[in-house]
């Protein structure tokens, strides 16, 4: 995929502050974060816990409303929570009640209010099946393992095709191996979408598997942007030739280096 194919949209942060608190008490999260997003990018952000990258993101999906400054998708104004921005959580924000497959429906019913149960139901099967979770389409959330149940999260957001898709440390409390499938699993979405990513990840090697650029905000209060990482390798990628270019160890190095130097070494970063 090249950047000039994309389907996402663009994302600009322009001289980005927020400010929790009233005036006795106030608390600078973030300030002037400037960063623009090219259509299709996969940009991670990286950083201390409680240097605000959720609160960032939170801006982008209209969860929460910029102080100062502002954040565009496709040069308009976001203003408040909308289908051209889905968002992937830690904890998978599944409807319990629900089965993986209408909880994928969910969302295709409210984006597609005239189409047919039969079609809605036919397309959150197809997207299940293309995470690999065809014979589970009608299992619950409480029958599904971790793994199993981001799967759903990520086949819920991505069936409606959104131009700009966020992760909030979507893979943070899974084991090693699910998490490196579901790396895949995303990558291969992304490219056949061909969205706008943007990632919290505390995972330093799963930022540079993944990214285009990986952001590295300085620690907070105050947070802003410290660093922007440019990651050169071509797409796809395989993990193990990865990790043996010498680049690549440069890269993870550099990133430890700029955390260390923010905090020290109670960085929880690996």
Not at 19 to 28: D, L, T
Not at 71 to 96: A, H, K
Not at 114 to 134: H, P, Q, R, T, Y
């Amino acid at each position: 995929m090249t950047l000039s194919e994309a389907q996402g949209l663009g994302v600009e942060f322009l001289n980005l502050g927020k400010i929790f608190g009233s005036k006795e008490s106030q608390v600078v999260v973030l300030q002037e974060i400037n960063l623009s997003v090219a259509p299709g990018e996969f940009v991670c952000v990286i950083g201390h816990s409680g240097c605000g990258k959720s609160t960032l993101l939170n801006t982008l999906s209209g969860f929460e409303k910029a102080s100062s400054g502002s954040v565009l998708v496709g040069d308009i104004p976001v203003q408040s929570p909308g289908p051209d921005r889905m968002v992937v959580f830690q904890n998978y924000s599944l409807l319990p009640w629900k089965s993986a497959l209408n909880n994928v429906a969910l969302g295709l019913r409210a984006i597609n209010p005239n189409d047919s149960k039969k079609k809605i139901l036919a397309d959150a099967e197809a997207m299940l099946e293309i995470v690999g979770l065809g014979d589970s389409i009608h299992l619950f959330p409480n029958e599904l393992s971790g793994g199993m149940r981001q799967r759903v999260a990520i086949a819920r957001a991505m069936a409606i095709k959104p131009p700009v898709l966020i992760l909030d440390e979507p893979f943070g409390a899974l084991d090693p191996i699910t998490k490196e499938e579901l790396q895949e699993e995303l990558l291969a979405l992304w490219r056949q979408q061909r969205c706008t990513v943007l990632m919290i990840t505390h995972d330093i090697d799963e930022a540079l598997f993944l990214a285009d650029r990986v952001v590295m905000l300085t620690n907070g209060p105050a947070a802003t942007i410290g660093e922007i990482l440019e990651i050169p390798f071509n797409r796809p990628r395989d993990r193990d030739e990865l990790t043996r270019d010498q680049r690549y160890g440069k890269l993870r190095n550099r990133a430890l280096e700029f955390l260390f130097e923010s905090q020290g070494e109670g960085s929880n970063l690996s």
